[in-house]
């Protein structure tokens, strides 16, 4: 019975294939990301990545004792399952549980790294993790912005990167079908698989790039959020309730607080109590009618004629005016004492 059983589990190889093939399809899907579709395959990946990770543990098949060349051609390539699993965890689409799945992601790239690293796979350097990341915090600290050669550095550096991974895409290409149909030999295996565990050196450097910017941001949304929600909060509390500092109350009630009193009521307290005895300035006025209206811009409009009016005559009277000194010169009626 238990022999039965054995044969019905899954094995290695099986769950390892099943897992890269799905990670294959969710990568060139066309369905949205969050279509059931895409989402179904990324759960049973992860599922069956776990089990293979898993298996691995029991196993005991690799070991960081031992070099890189003492593995066999045929299990190089189940190192490739923590990045294969941060892969999948990337493609989990659940908004309120995205940091969740971003730190559980850099987990899996940072333990493939990590191997990578342990066998001496490629030359490269280690991302910084959450301790040693704290520890350089306080020499980091000083440098409010990043100096103008380390951003060039690292923009050579995804550059070399990129370059290497399309290299690499291109020789995995030409050594896949001999591969995979069981015609390489040992050599060829070996090398196509290393290939391979090159490749996703690069790809997991940039996605944990990619993580820590993303993580920071929701971060800083969340602290942005519990900021507004706390001033909220404060400017719901009821207003504090003016009082006086002095040093006894005798001396309050004898030379009083040394500044005029305290507001005893609100502006809108004060409008109400003397709206109510019709004290107010606009009250008793009677207000205007439409009537009214009419008959006041009536009368400005009559006002109006008759000012132009007005200035019609007085121009009329002054154009004669002028007109008849023109033809009767200074003295030109006094003739009569001329010599």
Partial sequence: MAAEDELQLPRLPELFETGKQLLDEVEVATEPAGSRIVQEKVFKGLDLLEKAAEMLSQLDLFSRNEDLEEIASTDLKYLLVPAFQGALTMKQVNPSKRLDHLQRAREHFMNYLTQCHCYHVAEFELPKTKNNSAENHTANSSMAYPSLVAMASQRQAKIERYKQKKELEHRLSAMKSAVES?????????????????????????EIESIDQEIKILRERDSSREASTSNSSRQERPPVKPFILTRNTAQAKVFGAGYPSLATMTVSDWYEQH???????????AKATPEKFRKAAQQQEEQ???????????LHRAREWDDWKDTHPRGYGNRQNMG
């Fill in 182 to 206: 069981g015609q390489a030999d040992d050599e060829r295996v070996r090398e196509y698989y290393h290939l391979h565990l090159q490749r996703w050196i690069d790809i997991s450097l940039e």
């Fill in 304 to 314: 109006e004629e008759k000012e132009e009016e007005d200035d019609e005559q007085t």
């Fill in 275 to 285: 709206r109510k005895y019709g004290a107010l300035p606009d009250q008793g006025i």
